[in-house]
């Protein structure tokens, strides 16, 4: 597998667009913040909220797609020059031939959460209309609203495997093309801040009450974040970064607790290695999946061990964006290709001490570097693993 990657878009708490985060990776600022997440008070955590997602003001002709999630996905595609990079593929290939591919967990479930709150009482109507579930609520409003804006008419899907979600997609659109569905795809993820998420970790005891720590000695549980990102994927594209290998799992071993040997994190890390045709002495990095949860990050630690060793520098970026849930797959693989394109690995934000327990070689602070191939880790609820291998083109 290699299929050139034309462009990519990255929105999320610690930059808009992808100079910005860039910036913020080097410079070591994070997005988190005190939990001012107005409809849900109270909670003692951080979050990384992006801004400006409130006074975004939707064109009146996506008025009936109007909702948090869907307001992330067009700030997103507004940036890096992203829309211009998808014009021209669909004067190269037709608008016929580019399909579109979009994870998220949960799409537009604050709106309906919102409108419940609304209700005149518990037992009363909710007024929330066909179109209302169609265009913000449903799993596939974000990919319509994504296919609409850009002007695409190929195929188009939706992948909800909770926090793969958005890896996942890279998956799918590659074997898409190549089945010949499509000649080109955009491939993306935009999960916001809801109150079920927030509530429903903190129910779970996974919040922590300071910005997550992943790998530290001391983590206490993640920091939910949000973020819209998206790619081109055109194997026509003259590109210097390629989507190298993908590999998928699914464990199955408890619905919200990973298998504590890593075993189904290890077979998708072989499988994506086999995929790009690697051995693992040629990762030069792996963006680990890396919560902070204490059994997340000890299971992915076993898992690379298993696969790749001690020798391989990695590190978790969700200390700078907060766990952006079924986004989170397609932000680190932006971060991943920052990384690649500006020659330099990120730090892992917020760990000063890095858990005895954990054998992995943890990079705490950026290093310049030029690796030619790197690996990426999406792990979610229920078992669904996915890591893709990205490289430079030569």
């Known amino acids: ?29 994070s997005g988190l913040r005190p939990n001012d997440f107005e409809p849900a008070p109270g909670l003692s955590t951080y979050l990384g909220r992006v801004e400006g997602v409130e006074d975004f003001v939707v064109p009146s002709s996506l008025s009936h797609f109007d909702c948090r999630n869907n307001r992330l996905a067009m700030m997103g595609l507004a940036l890096d020059g992203f829309e211009a990079c998808v014009a021209r593929a669909v004067r190269r290939h037709g608008a016929h031939r580019v399909g579109v591919f979009v994870g998220t967990s949960t799409s537009g479930i604050l709106a309906t959460e919102l409108a419940l709150c609304a209700a005149p009482s518990r037992n009363g109507d909710v007024p929330l209309s066909p179109d209302f579930y169609r265009y913000r609520h449903s799993m596939h409003s974000v990919t319509e609203l994504v296919r609409g804006v850009l002007g695409l008419r190929g195929p188009a899907m939706t992948v909800s495997t909770a926090c793969s979600s958005s890896a996942k997609v890279f998956a799918v659109a590659a074997r898409a093309i190549s089945a010949g569905v499509c000649d080109a795809a955009v491939v993306g993820g935009a999960d916001s801040v809801a109150m079920s998420t927030l509530h429903g970790f903190n129910a779970l005891s996974l919040l922590s009450r300071a910005p997550c720590r992943p790998f530290d000695a001391d983590r206490d549980g993640i920091s939910i974040g949000e973020a819209a990102a998206f790619a081109l994927l055109d194997p026509s594209a003259d590109s210097d970064v390629a989507l190298e290998g993908c590999g998928e799992s699914s464990d199955g071993y408890h619905m919200s607790t990973p298998d504590p040997e890593g075993a189904g994190a290890a077979a998708a890390m072989r499988e994506a290695l086999a995929s790009a045709h690697l051995c693992a002495d040629e990762i030069g990095y792996v963006n680990l999946h890396g919560t902070a949860s204490r059994a997340n990050d000890a299971a992915e630690d ?30 680190e693989a932006a971060i991943c290709l920052i990384a690649l394109t500006d020659g330099f690995l990120p730090g892992t934000l917020n760990c000063r001490t890095v858990d005895a327990q954990i054998r992995s070689r943890i990079l705490l602070d950026p290093v310049a570097a030029t690796p030619a191939h790197v690996m990426t880790n999406s792990f979610g609820f229920g078992g669904s693993n996915c890591t893709l291998v990205l490289g430079r083109r030569t």
């Open 302 to 331: 076993l898992a690379v061990q298993a696969v790749l060793g001690d020798r391989v520098p990695a590190g978790s970026t969700k200390g700078f964006t907060g766990h952006a849930l079924g986004a989170a797959g397609i932000v």
């Open 1 to 29: 597998m290699n299929v050139p990657i034309a462009a990519w878009t990255l929105l999320a708490a610690c930059g808009s667009g992808s100079r910005d985060v860039r910036d913020a990776l080097r410079t070591g600022r």
